[in-house]
């Protein structure tokens, strides 16, 4: 009994900081406004109600914000994991230049991303890319965010790959592009899909270098920051709700690359 009790503690307090939050973004979104800020607050609105879904499309750019937030998550995934994959690779096969890349990872996430927005502000408008309708700015400065994250998770990834399968693999004559390809890549599936959701959350969910550098041509987030800086609760958490619906997917259908366990017995 106690040490039922004793593992059910730690589950119950995991699944309480992880569900609590949604659900209650769930409630706000389902509630009217008028009952949004009543007191005593309530954790179910006592009249479900979809008018906050409703005046979304009256009010606010909804659907431009969408996709635009979801081509910059996609197309931030795949830059993403195309400059990361060879470096976590050399940086787990060499010992002298991962010290590098290491510190150089350490080093782009010391300082938070507003303070990265600001140059990169000043130079986009340079080169027209500043408050650009497609995202392209906004697309390039995600990627340097996320690009320390995936590349952490590759660099672990490859290196609990035997490297024994690489050498007989070299001995059997293949170059070093085949090995990479051939061998190492699919063995690290499991650490690659779970990269791709880290990237394509970081992005997804990003806000301070949206608001500074999409100021008229947004994404959901500065659309959910505005809707609650200016009172509207309600409506910014029907915003949140919608954001919930493609990260949830994104982890579903990630989800058996992440429990396939194409690492184990790997080396055997």
Sequence with gaps: MTRRLGLAVPILALLAVALVPPLLVLKQ???????????PPTWWPR????????????????ADGAWRSLRVALLTVV??????????????????????????????????????????AALFVRIGLYNEPGGIGLWLAHTLLALPVA??????????????LEEAARLDGA?????????????????????AMLVFLVSWDELATALLLQVT???????????????????????AAIM?????????????????????????
């Design 79 to 120: 830059s993403t994991l195309l400059l990361a994959l060879p470096a976590a690779w050399v940086a787990a096969r060499r010992a002298d230049a991962g010290r590098i890349l290491d510190g150089a990872t350490v080093f782009a996430r010391v300082f938070p991303s507003i303070a990265v927005a600001v140059p990169l």
């Design 47 to 62: 009249e479900p109600t979809v008018e906050n879904f409703a005046a979304l499309g009256a009010s606010v750019e909804l």
């Design 175 to 195: 170059t070093g592009l085949e090995v990479f390809w051939y061998v190492s890549l699919p063995l690290v599936r499991p650490a690659l899909g779970a990269a």
């Design 29 to 39: 979104a389902f509630t009217p406004e008028q009952e949004s800020v009543a007191w």
């Design 217 to 239: 041509n947004r994404t959901l987030p500065p659309l959910l920051y505005y809707l609650t800086a200016f009172g509207y609760p309600g409506l910014a958490s029907a915003v």
């Design 151 to 164: 590349f952490l998770v590759l660099r672990s990834g490859f290196a609990q790959v035997p490297s024994d």
């Design 244 to 268: 919930l619906v493609p990260a949830v997917l994104i982890v579903i259908l990630l989800e058996p690359a992440l429990r396939s366990g194409v690492l184990s017995g790997s080396g055997r």
